[in-house]
């Protein structure tokens, strides 16, 4: 493996920016500097570069962002893929191409050939990508490490200014209306306006007119000043002067005058010729800038949060208001970039009149200035921070965030650039929120030596505030800034002042030191300085600034010597001469340190030693010796302390150095101690030297020293950790001093380690041996980490210097041996460090934790220096300590240690601990990891699966390690966990549901880069051990499923655990790492706009900015999230809905691209199975092969992309291929069953690629049935059940647009599937797209040579499982009026019984359905036929299995009644016996249980018969169980039954069970019904009438608007002649037909004729007579009337399982009239015989005999006109009609009409015998009208007289 130091070269220097390049000390001081140790300690510390250590916090390349492509989750109902593809195409053609080769990754080509025995040579090849990063798909390392207890943070190199903004001022041009002839000075400095303070120096500039213009103009230079944060009382003072003006000259009133606008070509040559030979200058104009004001927003631009509009408004302050008139008008167009120089023009110059100081600027009640007619031209620019750290993150101008690793960047990044906030707003690749105190950005790479965007020349402003902050000095400034302000005359004069340094009094001629700072830019120091002329005034003010370069060690005579001059401004001979007038004088040492102001008297000459008071008091001084001069001092020195302690400590110091002072030190010891009083302030500045010193003490003083050196040490720690502003654990200023500042002396003293560590460890011994040690051991303790992180850099310094000059370049430092004492100590210290951090603990002090985490980084540290295996020891120590499962405080300690020594950049190359081990570390993690899992406390072990997803991100996305034998070795590391899991399930099932996923990605991970060597180790270990590693894969496809958000509403708040600090971050997803979600939370949170608006403008705007305070939400969607936070149980849909939708995107997509690699990953891993179980090399079930059937069932089962159909197929088909035998065993019924009915559901998807795969499916279950049962019987059983259970998941039917339901989508493709599985022309083509071999259909069982597969077997398969979808599909279609049409709803299930017949269960099912829709509807007969079916069912399964008391007779005397008990069930009902169906369920008594159901349901129908054939079949079952009991109910329902036939029987009216109607249906709104005649059967009571309204209720409502026709005839109807837009019925009633009847007789049928004998009532046969007439019209008379009859055939046979049957086959006779006449009439002689003849049961039973005689007699011979046997006679026996009959007729007719008159002769006789007295009228009556009817006859028939 490769490694990563960084080729030996650990440290980098960063070399520190002078800050102002004329900063030279005098050359005085560097001869000094030995005699002064401390100011050599002193230049050291400011001068020497920065050491910066590169390794210490970590270094970590990630690979690139890794690119998810969406995932396509396709439901039965989309086909998202197509869509993509089309818009795809649409967008460019180009990328199309690319597209089409990417699914070809997913699947791998498998078949038995194509799989190389010896696994080495198979390339690992995964099937998708690794889990691991849609898991963590943000995975931040920086931010992961920022969230460890205690983490060291790389702090913000304080850079030399530590302000956040700077601004860089150019002057361009000065123009006025009057001309510019003149050349102009001018100085701009930073102003505070409401504290009038100046904030920085002067930078000073010159604009000349350009005839005067020299070619080094100065108009280049930039100033540049520092700027801590924006705020509206920061401003640009600028103030203006000119040449001195000319007494009686041109005044400058020319520049404001109004009339005349021009100056006079003698105006401008006076000037110019005035201007040349005038030194001094006046004072002329000034103006105020704000930089950051509502008026002018231009140079601002960084406001102070995001949320504060860009500039605070001034309103507040009245007094500005006129000084704020439109100052400046911004030239640039548009908005201001970063880095986009603004051009300002500032016309408000006001003119500068008499005696005006700083003060007066700001005077409410000064007089307005006249304005000057002119306009300065700035250049105003923006700059970034100067963060050394941040230079190279500033490429132009935009922050590009140091590698953020994941994350697609939303869209290029030089969008960013929007000015909304000072820190560039939060963006959104990275969850760190970053500001310029923030994290140290620039990871790897040098830093760039300066910031780019400074010119070499530019003025570096000295920033005032330098000298008052609390920090520490960075470098070297020394000097002495001088301010003269006014001067007090009592005449007036034009007085100017001349300022230079001497280094003393004695000689008044020597030249005084070269140490005043120039105003021209670049120019050397010189010897003095001038002032601007104050022209005729009492009081002369002045504003210059004089700045002056001080001595590094200055005596008492240093002093500054001050010259006042008065100059004449008139030009006589020659140019004007300055006149001395007096002189002032201030020494450094007495005012130096202050900010102060000095009031001096003025002398009149000067005198050598002018300084001693002695002189002093004989001079003369000009105003009687007032002190008439004032002035201000301002001394800025990193060299000269001001606190006089620390002077003490300096001097001290330096007579200790160099062993002037006596030997025992006592004064230094005193200065030592005095150290803790000095000014916090103070300390700070002086903080790197002071510590630098200490050190040096420690290092190499006595025991005494050393200890006073390290407790004043640890005290001044203490305080600046206490008294510094920021809260953090690590002060910045001292991690600065460890991190840069601390160089171990260059190496020119012996390191500091071993006497720190010898200190510090003698003092904790004393406190382990009980000494008292005082209240310093708890400062020590919480300063241990800035001790640790100082002895870790001296080391690490140490082995850099020794190793630095003999290492061949580009090998890496080896480790250090440390010496024997040396680790001894450490190792003691350390030891007693961990007993505080565990007796602290314990009692719960917060302190223990921080040094926890301090001992850790000792340790992480130490791993890069010295050998690993004595850090190891250290690292054994402390596990001792804390060994096993301890309290929660401790274990939270543990793992914190273990978490951040295992953050080592080398952790995976570290060795073990003895030669032979593997990784120490890691297998000390696992062990301990493994057993928090375990601890009580949830919060623990929630932080043990974060730690080992982190470590395992760290290592899959760090480019060192991305060979494949690099993540085989990572893999083997970790592959221990995985088998300690298995030993203890119990933990891994214990565990919340955010662990478990943690857990698995883990497994995951880990697994699918192991190699197969080690897999199948881990499965040869036993049975249940592989089938618990199988059942983690499982748990891995349960807790990854894909669910679109709706599915999971709610969030479990189990991941709440007590022990958590701060509260959870909102939960976005259920499925990605926890970390994601406080990802999103901060994305939300900020809000950002991410670069790049879509075209469609889908980004949110922001509310106005003014609006919002910090604490109000910027918007309607980040209000909602933060109520979402605020309640506990914020729904996790809702969560999402609130977020951006660029972002909702993302998380879908992470959360798709998971389940994808989970679902392949598990794939991948059963295949390799699969195949090792081939060579039955590993142990497991082979019976069952249980572990492979479980995890089949599970991936079919779940919501899965389209990339894992694709590649699920050819495993699918490999391990039907080797385990085929064991899968289609029925042991695997189960196993079998759910696959057959994921392959049907999947037969249904619109989209093709997987349709067409789960065809190929089903088409492998046929090829393994025909290879290990040579047929598919089995196999169709178990389809037609899952396909039954298909349909009640599927949606088979969809609404239309008018209501109606049609076949759905899903219905369709189904039915197009299953004809494809039969289709034997496209198989090829299905093979090849799906990547199977094509030979995978063909069947060769084991010990045969032939293929079993048969085409035709397959289609009769098909076309059985279409049958079961026609049906269900009808049935589904009729939902909507299943309630109204009663019939058709029978007829559904009716269908649905047939169709699903080869599963015994299904079919009962349906019939039982069937028999309770007929119950509903009162159809008793149609009920109990249902109870009869089923009972048949189980009948005929107990017949042949032979365990019945059943025999085939019983069969078919069950078929008598119910011919649908058909014989093909029977091979079936064993076939299909598959988990929860088949014969378990076919007993004798649910068959009993059925018969009675059928009984009861006959008797309710009143068909006793039926009843009576049932019971038969009962009773064997009792006898053969000896129930006397039920054998004695069941003979009194026999005697019951028999009664009720005889009843029946003997009823003078005779019985009908039922009525009968035809009915056709015309119409193609009827549908399948159209052109078909059905007859009904329906209960007695329904009459013609009530059938039609029923019929037309039905179908009127189901018409949609077309007319129904009722044909009012029987007729036999002529479809093609009716209308096509009206429906038509044709009811008529018919008659059933007995089996023996003579269907040709012309008789008209009687019904009771035919109730002779106890016949079945089973009827196939229907007749009806219609009448009509050949000559044309509607009605004849008898003579023309023809009847046709016609009998009708139905498809099976009344009662049946349903109410209607469909007429198959229709026949016609016809019968003449005459032939009806006869007919008529004997039909009613045969109906009075039938009465007289009829034997009754007894004499007392005469009754309704006697009724029903007298109804036939009434009829018969009462005389009506043209009624009855009389109409008969005039028709054919009178006149014409007679000769047409035959004389066959003719006798014919005669013959019946005189048998009709004897039999009612005899009937009349027998009616005399019945009656009694209350009849007698009656037969009166009925005997007149016999006689009056045998004379009317005898007219056409003379012999009927004889003949009665």
Request: hydrophobic share 40%; with cysteine.
């Amino acid at each position: 493996m490769e490694s990563s130091a960084s080729n030996g070269h650990r440290f980098r220097r960063i070399p520190r920016q002078s800050y102002a390049a004329s900063l030279k000390l005098d050359p005085l001081l560097d001869e000094n500097l030995e005699q002064w140790p401390h100011l050599n300690e002193l230049v050291q510390c400011y001068r020497t570069d920065w050491v910066k250590d590169d390794n210490k916090y970590g270094h970590y390349e990630s690979i690139g962002p890794i690119q998810f492509h969406n995932q396509i989750f396709e439901g039965p109902d989309t086909d998202i893929e197509t869509e993509m593809h089309l818009a795809n195409a649409r967008q460019s053609k180009t990328e199309d191409s690319a597209d089409e080769e990417l699914p070809s990754t997913s699947g791998i080509q498998l078949s038995g050939s194509s799989i190389p025995e010896s696994s080495n040579l198979r390339l690992l090849k995964h099937f998708g990508e690794s889990p691991l990063p849609a898991y963590e798909p943000v995975f931040d390392w920086e931010n992961e490490r920022s969230m460890i207890f205690g983490q060291r943070n790389p702090e913000t190199h304080l850079p030399q200014y530590a302000s956040g903004l700077k601004i860089a001022v150019k002057v361009l041009s000065l123009s006025f209306q009057a001309g510019l002839v003149e050349p102009f000075y001018g100085t701009i400095s930073l102003y505070n306006r409401e504290r009038r303070e100046k904030l920085s120096e002067d930078f000073s500039f010159q604009l000349s007119p350009p005839e005067m213009q020299d070619a080094s103009s100065s108009s280049e230079q930039r100033g540049i000043f520092h700027l801590d944060a924006p705020s509206a009382s920061v401003c640009l003072l600028i103030q203006l002067e000119k040449p001195a003006t000319e007494e009686n000259g041109v005044t400058p009133s020319v520049y404001s005058r109004k009339e005349p606008v021009h100056l006079t070509e003698r105006e401008k040559q006076k000037l110019q010729v005035w201007s040349r030979i005038m030194p001094y200058r006046e004072s002329f104009a000034w103006a105020i800038i704000p930089l950051f004001d509502s008026n002018i927003t231009a140079p601002s631009g960084g406001s102070a949060s995001p949320g504060s509009p860009l500039t605070p408004s001034m309103s507040g302050s009245g007094s500005q208001d006129h000084v704020m008139e439109p100052i400046a008008k911004i030239t640039s167009e548009g908005k201001l970039n970063y880095s986009s120089a603004v051009v300002v023009e500032v016309s408000n110059l006001n003119k500068v009149k008499e005696g005006y100081t700083e003060d007066s600027l700001q005077d409410p009640k000064r007089k307005v200035h006249k304005p000057v007619k002119g306009v300065l031209r700035l250049e105003i620019e923006k700059l970034q921070a100067s963060s050394v750290d941040w230079e190279n993150t500033l490429e132009s101008g935009h922050t590009i965030y140091g590698s953020v690793e994941h994350v697609d960047r939303l869209s290029d990044p030089s969008i960013t650039r929007c000015p909304s906030n000072g820190s560039y707003g939060p963006h959104y690749a990275s969850s760190k929120s970053i500001s310029f105190q923030g994290k140290e950005m620039a990871r790897n790479g040098s830093i760039a030596q300066s910031n780019l965007e400074f010119a070499a020349d530019d003025f570096q402003a000295f920033d005032f505030r330098t000298t008052t902050r609390n920090e520490p000095f960075l470098q070297l400034f020394h000097c002495l800034y001088v301010y003269p302000l006014n001067v007090s005359m009592s005449r007036k004069r034009n007085l100017f002042i001349r300022v230079e340094l001497r280094k003393d009094d004695v000689d008044i001629r020597k030249p005084p030191l070269e140490a005043t700072h120039p105003r021209e830019p670049a120019a050397s120091l010189q010897k003095w300085a001038h002032t601007q002329v104050a022209i005729a005034a009492r009081v002369a003010c002045y504003h210059d600034e004089i700045k002056v370069s001080l001595p590094a060690i200055w005596t008492p005579l240093h002093h500054l010597l001050f010259t006042f001059f008065h100059v004449d401004l008139q030009t006589k001979l020659e140019a004007p001469k300055p006149v001395v007038i007096g002189y002032a004088s201030v020494p450094l040492s007495t005012h130096a340190q202050f900010r102060s102001e000095v009031s001096l008297p003025i002398m009149r000459e000067l005198v050598p030693h002018y300084l001693q008071d002695t002189v002093k008091e004989r001079l003369d001084y000009l105003e009687d010796g007032k002190n008439v001069f004032r002035l201000r001092l301002r001394l800025c020195s990193s060299l000269y302390p001001i606190s006089e302690r620390i002077r003490d400590f300096f001097l001290e110091y330096d007579r200790h150095t160099l062993r002037t002072s006596p030997p025992w030190g006592s004064e230094l010891l005193e200065a030592i101690n005095s150290l803790k009083n000095v000014d916090s302030t103070a300390l700070l500045q002086f903080l790197h030297p002071i510590l630098n010193m200490l050190l040096h003490l420690i290092g190499n003083g006595g025991e005494t020293l050393q200890v006073a050196a390290f407790r004043a040490m640890v005290n001044i720690l203490t305080r600046v950790q206490q008294e510094s502003v920021d809260e953090a654990e690590r002060n910045v200023y001292l991690v600065n001093y460890v991190d840069f500042a601390f160089d171990d002396f260059g190496g020119r003293q012996p390191p500091v380690y071993p006497g720190l560590s010898t200190v510090w460890g003698s003092l904790a011994r004393s406190k382990a041996k009980g000494y008292r040690v005082g209240p310093v051991y708890d400062d020590v303790l919480a300063m241990a980490w800035f001790f640790l992180e100082l002895i870790v850099k001296s080391m690490a310094l140490e082995q850099t210097r020794l190793y630095y000059h003999n290492l061949p370049s580009g090998e890496d430092v080896p480790p250090m041996q440390l010496k024997e004492g040396v680790f001894r100590c450490i190792m003691q210290l350390y030891d007693c460090l961990i007993t505080e951090v565990h007796e602290r603990c314990k009692k719960g002090l917060g302190l223990a934790k921080y040094l926890n985490s301090s001992l850790a980084f000792f340790c992480y540290d130490l791993l890069s220096i010295i050998e690993p295996r004595q850090v190891f020891e250290l690292v054994s120590l402390y596990l001792d300590k804390f060994s096993g499962v301890c309290q929660a405080v401790l274990h939270d300690c543990k793992l914190t240690f273990l978490q951040i020594i295992c953050d080592h950049d080398l952790f995976v190359e570290m060795p073990g601990r003895d030669p032979s081990d593997r990784n120490y570390l890691s297998s000390v993690l696992i062990q301990e990891i493994f057993l928090t899992w375990d601890h009580d406390d949830l919060s623990m072990r929630a932080k043990a699966a974060r730690i080992l997803v982190v470590l395992l991100c760290k290592h899959e996305f760090d480019v060192r390690y991305q060979k494949t034998e690099d993540k085989l070795y990572i893999a083997q590391l970790y592959f221990p966990l995985v088998g300690q899991i298995l030993d203890e399930m119990p933990v891994f099932y214990n565990l919340s549901a955010i662990e478990k996923r943690e857990v698995l990605i883990i497994i995951l991970e880990i697994i699918r880069n192991l190699d197969d060597a080690s897999l199948v180790k881990a499965w040869q270990q036993s049975i249940a051990r592989t089938r618990l590693f199988f059942k983690l894969l499982e748990e891995g496809l349960v807790h990854f499923e894909h669910r679109r958000p709706a599915d999971s509403m709610l969030i479990s708040n189990s991941s709440r655990s007590p022990g958590q600090e701060k509260p959870a971050s909102p939960k976005y997803s259920e499925r990605l790492s926890p970390a994601i979600n406080h990802y999103l939370s901060e994305a939300a949170r900020h809000e950002v706009r991410p670069q790049g608006t879509p075209e469609n403008g889908y980004l949110w705007q922001r509310v106005n900015s003014q609006l919002s305070s910090p604490s109000q939400p910027y918007s309607l969607r980040e209000a909602l999230a933060q109520a979402q936070s605020s309640r506990i149980g914020a729904s996790t849909q809702a969560l999402r809905e609130s977020l951006h939708p660029i972002l909702r995107q993302k998380l879908e997509l992470w959360e798709e691209n998971l389940s994808a690699a989970v679902s392949l990953q598990v794939l991948e891993i059963a295949e390799k199975f699969s195949r090792t179980a081939a060579s039955h090399s590993i142990a497991t079930d082979y019976a069952k092969l249980d572990c492979l059937t479980s995890i089949f069932m599970n991936v079919f089962s779940r919501n899965q992309p389209l990339e894992f159909w694709k590649a699920l197929f050819p495993v699918f088909n490999s391990v039907f291929e080797l385990h085929g035998a064991t899968l289609m065993a029925r042991e695997n019924d189960r196993f079998l069953k759910q696959v057959a009915f994921h392959l049907l559901r999947l037969a249904v998807f619109r989209n093709d690629n997987i349709r067409k795969r789960a065809v190929i499916g089903l088409q492998i279950l046929v090829r393994s049935s025909f290879s290990y049962f040579t047929q598919t019987a089995r196999l169709r059983v178990m389809l037609t059940i899952t396909l039954s259970e298909l349909m009640s998941e599927v949606q088979v039917t969809q609404m239309k647009s008018d209501g109606t339901l049609e076949e759905s989508g899903e219905a369709r493709r189904l039915r197009i599937s299953l004809t494809e599985m039969a289709d034997e022309s496209k198989s090829p083509n299905l093979l090849n797209d799906c990547g199977l071999p094509d030979n995978s259909l063909v069947s060769v069982p084991q010990n045969s040579s032939e293929n079993h597969w048969s085409w035709t077997e397959v289609k009769y398969l098909a076309d059985s499982l279409l049958l079961a979808l026609d049906a269900s599909l009808e049935h589904a279609l009729l939902a909507s009026v299943m309630t109204v049409d009663r019939y058709a709803a029978a007829e559904g299930f009716y269908k649905l019984a047939l169709a699903f017949a080869p599963v015994p269960d299904l079919h009962i099912m349906w019939l039982l359905h069937l028999c309770d829709a007929h119950q509903e509807m009162q159809s008793w007969a149609e009920a109990a036929q249902c109870a009869v079916a089923v009972a048949g069912v189980v009948m005929q399964a107990l017949v042949s299995r032979n365990d019945g008391v059943w025999s085939n007779e019983h069969v078919n005397a069950l078929r008598k009644i119910c011919p649908m008990v058909s014989s093909e069930i029977t091979s079936e009902a064993s076939a299909a016996e598959v988990e929860g169906y088949g014969a378990s369920k076919l007993t004798v008594d649910s068959a009993v249980k059925y018969l009675q159901l059928a009984n009861k349901l006959f008797s309710q129908a009143e068909l006793y018969h039926f009843c009576a054939s049932i019971l038969e079949l009962v009773i064997p079952v009792y006898k053969s169980r000896r129930s006397y009991g039920q054998l004695a109910k069941c003979h009194t329902m026999l005697t019951n039954i028999y009664e009720s036939i005889l009843e029946q029987e003997s009823s003078p009216i005779p019985f009908t069970d039922a009525t009968y109607y035809r009915v056709g249906f015309y119409g193609e709104k009827f549908g399948r019904l159209d052109r078909k005649e059905y007859v009904y059967r329906e209960p007695r009571d329904v009459r013609l009438g009530d059938i039609m309204e029923k019929l037309s209720h039905i179908y009127e409502s189901r018409m949609g608007g077309t007319t129904l026709h009722v044909i009012p005839d029987s007729r036999q109807v002529k479809a093609d002649e009716l209308e096509p837009s009206v429906c038509y019925l044709q009811i008529t009633a018919v008659d059933p037909v007995m089996e023996d009847e003579d269907l040709g007789s012309r008789r008209e049928r009687i019904f009771s004729l035919s109730t002779g004998s106890i016949r079945a009532r089973v009827f196939d046969r229907f007749l009806f007579d219609t009448p009509f007439t050949k000559n044309g019209k509607t009605q004849g008379g008898l003579e023309d009337q023809w009847k046709r009859r016609t009998v009708l055939q139905t498809e099976g046979s009344f009662p049946a399982l349903v109410n209607r049957l469909v007429v198959t086959k229709s026949e016609s006779l016809e019968f003449s009239p005459v032939e009806n006449a006869i007919g008529m009439i004997e039909t009613r002689t045969a109906a009075l015989r039938n009465e007289l003849e009829e034997p009754r049961s007894s004499e007392g039973d005469q009754l309704p005999r006697l009724q029903s005689l007298q109804r036939i007699l009434q009829g018969s011979v009462a005389v009506q006109v043209n009624s009855g046997v009389l109409s008969v006679c005039t028709a054919f026996l009178s006149g014409e009609p007679a000769t047409r009959l035959r004389s066959q007729e003719l006798q014919q007719l005669i013959a019946a009409l005189l048998e009709f008159m004897a039999v009612c002769k005899r009937a009349i006789r027998v009616h005399f015998r019945l009656i009694g007295e209350e009849d007698q009228d009656f037969h009166t009556q009925l005997v007149n009208g016999f006689q009056s009817l045998t004379a009317e006859l005898s007219h056409y028939i003379p012999a009927i007289l004889s003949e009665l």
